[in-house]
């Protein structure tokens, strides 16, 4: 009787079936992609390429000064830029009798200006009292009638207001489609286009320019082969 035999007949008598032995999932090597060998003349190239072309754009802005937006409302028309030596005064120089007179008529007036704001100042103080007087005394004589002069009075200036109306959507009307016209002054700095959109533009050209020069080389081996 050997173990095995022994070992099962211990065993409790199952329907099911027991897998006590297994195997694991078979993985094979795989091999290693050979690397490419890196040609120090073609990554010299390709960074002499890239300098170059940073160098030319560094040309271009250092050409082209960075130039402020333009605000057109700060701006003179061109024809009032043309008629500045016929526009412009000449200076006069005031004799110190005329400066000494000047001096007093600014004083005088700031002194009459002063003066009326003071009364101003004063009617107002003056007619707000008396309102409150006359208020006071009106409540103690009536109360009902108190409360109508506390009211405002809508005639005393007269306002008419016509307000949006509400009413029913018409069921006819043709909205428009919102077109409109785009008037908006657009300001590219740089070298007359926009600097991105140029940059953007020249890198799709070479990338245009190397796939191209790519597949030539492959229809080369092709047809060699």
């Known amino acids: 009787m050997n173990i095995l035999s022994y070992s099962c007949s211990k065993l409790p008598l199952r329907n099911t079936f027991i897998r006590s032995f297994h195997i694991t999932s078979i993985n094979y090597g795989q091999p290693t992609k050979a690397k490419k060998k890196a040609d120090p003349m073609t990554d010299k190239i390709r960074e002499d390429r890239k300098r170059r072309r940073y160098e030319k754009v560094i040309d271009k802005l250092e050409k082209f000064k960075l130039q402020l937006k333009p605000i057109h409302e700060y701006e003179s028309e061109r024809r009032i830029l043309k008629e500045l030596d016929v526009r412009k005064r000449p200076s006069v120089e005031l004799t110190p009798e005329e400066t000494t007179h000047r001096l007093m008529l600014n004083r005088d007036w700031a002194k009459h200006k002063h003066r009326q704001h003071q009364q101003e100042i004063t009617f107002i103080s003056r007619a707000l009292k008396s309102q409150e007087s006359a208020l006071e005394q009106l409540k103690i004589e009536s109360e009902e009638i108190y409360e109508q002069a506390l009211q405002v009075d809508l005639k005393l200036i ?11 959507p018409n069921s006819n009307y043709d909205a428009p489609d919102g077109d409109y016209f785009d ?11 926009n600097f991105m959109e140029h940059m953007k533009t020249m890198e799709r050209q ?20």
Do not use: Q
């Open 158 to 168: 007269p306002f008419i207001r016509r307000g949006p109306l509400y009413s029913l």
């Open 206 to 225: 070479r990338w245009t320019d190397v796939r191209a020069e790519r597949r030539a080389k492959k229809e080369e081996k092709v047809a060699e082969k």
């Open 183 to 193: 008037t908006t002054n657009y300001f590219t700095k740089g070298f007359g286009v």
